[in-house]
């Protein structure tokens, strides 16, 4: 009688190199910020409560000379500070997600659902997986860019990166085909309640107008993510060993080959209780997506997509390793060692936070607003335009929430742009451009290194690949704001 071989541990455990790489940088910016505290004076705006949003109030920024900077030794404690700070809940959402998702995808693995229901997919679209390709891109780029849906998504990642290795590619094509135009289509907004919807209500502009422009602009982002993407694909077939993460994706293709060996390579057909855990799974999946597209264009509503995602891949995963004929203390042997491997992770993220809440606690966010808002105030149309774009590049570093740089920046950003002689429009617009590209560069962006943490890839060889692509993103960002000035975007 022979047994079927279980990982020890799941794929998504985090490569120790790498976390010592992403723990280094981080701490670094953990010393930097803290080291601006010293060096930055403390301000702050007076602030309002508008619709119940808290908005600041243009030209009340004053010096706080009385404000003292948080000692040196809390730079070191903020990874559990940010656990008791106003707006925890944020941090312990992503820590509570991380560990139901690993947890959940380990039982996923350990009980061959997911390599049966990969094997599926492969012998289904193999012969046109560059068509899969261009269709999951465009999936991905269009629900963040028309409902603004971004954390939701994170979670398919733990599909989309086994089903390319399987397709014959790397990590790389994988976080390509899901994490990369989740944030590009979050970046080309047509109608991202949480960009463009949040920032055009505070500029008072009529909601989502102006999208003559940001249609093109997507489809030009589309054209640009499925070129880089698809290239390297194609490179990466015709010899494995030029991936850059070649090494490092051996071992995980070897364990999904082993746990392959329980569905034929083809098959379309899976066995009874992998077809209904594969049922049971893809039902509270679906049902989770049901809500996040009806609930996406509410601000309040929405923020539960979140926590609500985490709670169904719980759930989804638990009964399909159940339904699978796994036995219980197999199921809860899976899901205790998926949510430990996703330990290193949680605390790369809650460095991440770390950053702004050490700035928040030296209260040096709004002095950086104030002295951003000079540098725009100075200058005229085009060079307008370009300043609030890297204004909100430089905030996007220490706030990553759209909607809270929204609230925070455009009560500022829409009166400078009248002055200067820019449209409000076209603020808009560069506002639009700094939030999202960077996403994918910031080691302080906590759903990047979420999304980094479900595969082998670190963070330097991450920006690494990514670099020239957002070099491109930048001169066409750029080609299109200049576009905006020399029209008028408007309505005003």
């Known amino acids: 009688m022979t047994t079927r071989h279980t990982p020890p541990q799941s794929s998504l455990r985090i490569g120790r190199g790498a976390f010592l790489l992403a723990f280094g940088i981080l701490l670094g910016l953990m010393l930097l910020s803290g080291v601006l505290t010293r060096v930055v004076p403390a301000g702050s705006f007076e602030r309002e409560l508008v619709n119940g949003r808290e908005m600041v109030i243009p030209g009340s920024y004053q010096l706080a000379p009385e404000h003292q900077a ?60 560059y068509l899969l390709m261009a269709i999951i891109i465009f999936f991905f780029m269009a629900v963040a860019s028309v409902l603004g849906i971004y954390e939701a998504m994170v979670p398919l990642i733990v599909f989309i990166v086994p089903l390319a290795l399987k397709l014959g590619w790397d990590s790389l094509t994988g976080l390509g085909m899901s994490l990369l135009p989740l944030a590009f289509g979050f ?16 500029a008072e502009l009529p909601l989502f107008s102006g999208a003559w422009l940001r249609i093109p602009f ?41 746990e392959a060996a329980a569905v034929p390579h083809g098959s379309q057909e899976l066995p ?14 679906a049902l989770a997506f049901v809500f996040i597209f009806i609930t996406a264009r509410n601000p309040v509503l929405s923020d539960l997509a979140f926590p609500l995602m985490a709670l169904l891949f719980l759930v989804g995963g638990i009964g399909a390793g159940i339904l699978s004929g796994m036995p219980h203390r197999r199921v809860a042997a899976g899901f205790l060692g998926g949510a430990a491997s996703m330990l290193p992770a949680v605390l790369l993220i809650l460095m991440s936070l770390s950053v702004r809440h050490i700035v928040d606690a030296g ?42 740089k929204a609230f925070l920046m455009m009560p500022i950003l829409a009166p400078l742009a009248d002055l200067v002689g820019i449209t409000r429009q076209t603020a808009v617009l560069a ?18 290194l979420i999304g980094l943490g479900f595969t082998v890839v670190s963070y330097p060889r991450w920006v690494r690949w990514t670099i020239l692509l957002q070099g491109s993103m930048f001169a066409i960002s750029m080609l299109f704001l200049w576009i905006a000035v020399q029209t008028g975007y408007g309505p005003f």
């Open 70 to 129: 948080p000692p040196v030794w809390r730079w070191f404690t903020a990874p559990v500070e940010v656990l008791f700070a106003p707006g925890a809940v944020v941090a312990i959402t992503i820590i509570v997600f991380l560990i139901f998702v690993g947890g959940s995808f380990a039982v996923l693995e350990r009980s061959g659902v997911l390599q049966a229901v990969l094997n599926r997919l492969v012998g289904r679209f193999y012969q046109r997986r």
């Open 187 to 202: 970046a080309a907004a047509v109608s991202n309640p949480f960009t463009i919807g949040v920032a055009q209500r505070i």
């Open 272 to 285: 009874a209780p992998m077809y209904r855990a594969a049922r049971w799974f893809g039902g509270c999946i």
């Open 431 to 448: 506002f639009g451009f700094g939030d999202g590209f960077s996403n994918m560069l910031y080691p302080s962006n906590a759903l990047l």
């Open 363 to 404: 209260g040096i966010t709004d002095t950086i607003l104030e002295t951003a808002a000079g540098l725009i105030a100075g200058s005229t149309t085009f060079g307008a335009a370009f300043f609030v774009y890297l204004v909100t590049l430089g905030m996007n570093f220490f706030i990553g929430s759209a909607s809270a």
């Open 218 to 258: 997507f489809l030009l982002t589309y054209g640009a993510v499925l070129l880089f993407v698809r290239r390297h694909a194609r490179r990466v077939e015709a010899n494995p060993e030029r991936s850059p993460v070649y090494r490092q994706d051996t071992r995980r293709r070897e364990l999904l080959e082993r």
